[in-house]
């Protein structure tokens, strides 16, 4: 069983397509519980917002296995996929919450403010996991320069 693990874990394309599906069901189970707060749900459905943050940090801590696996042959892709990551989710936050926010009477209303919260939590999972992945692809390079420049030196 372990080996069947460590095998799922070591393919970088699974751990990446992984990661995208984690991201629509972050969104997917934030959709639930905005839709059933908007219904009388209750305080129930928090506890659903907490799932979601939580497959959105798995989803991010994915992409960033996904990055130190790459990244070391191909930097200038995982650099290029975490900034548009970074920049969508961060547009996707911003999307979300305006949506969220809105108030219109009537269904088509409640409809927008529960869409809304399905893409801020999209938009957060993506996000994270853009700026995951630049510190750990960039982040370590720049790191690892910094302490070889100090040993480097002569004191």
Same mark, same amino acid.
């Given at each position: ?6 095998? =799922? =874990?070591? %393919?970088?394309? /699974?751990?990446?397509?992984?990661? /995208?599906?984690?991201? @629509? ?7 639930? @519980? ?11 459905? !928090? ?21 130190? =696996? ?10 290029? $996929? ?16 305006? @949506?969220?926010?809105?108030?219109? %009477? ?10 809304? !919260? &399905?893409?801020? =939590? @999209?938009?957060?999972?993506? $996000? ?8 750990? &692809?960039?982040?370590?390079? !720049? ?11 002569? !004191?």
């Amino acid at each position: 069983m372990r080996r069947r693990w460590r095998r =799922f =874990f070591a %393919n970088p394309l /699974q751990l990446h397509r992984i990661s /995208q599906a984690m991201v @629509a069901l972050c969104a997917a189970v934030a959709v639930l @519980a905005a839709w059933l707060r908007e219904r009388g749900g209750g305080s129930g459905t !928090y506890l659903l917002d907490v799932l979601a943050l939580l497959v959105a940090i798995g989803s991010a801590l994915l992409d960033t296995r996904y990055a130190s =696996f790459i990244g070391g042959y191909q930097p200038e892709i995982v650099r290029r $996929g975490s900034l548009l990551r970074l920049i969508v989710g961060c547009a996707a936050l911003l999307a979300g919450c305006i @949506a969220a926010s809105i108030e219109i %009477n009537g269904s088509g209303g409640r409809v927008i403010g529960v869409a809304g !919260y &399905g893409l801020l =939590f @999209a938009g957060l999972a993506l $996000g994270l996991g853009g700026l995951m992945r630049l510190l750990a &692809g960039d982040g370590a390079t !720049y790191a690892a320069t910094k302490v070889q420049e100090r040993l480097d030196d002569d !004191y």
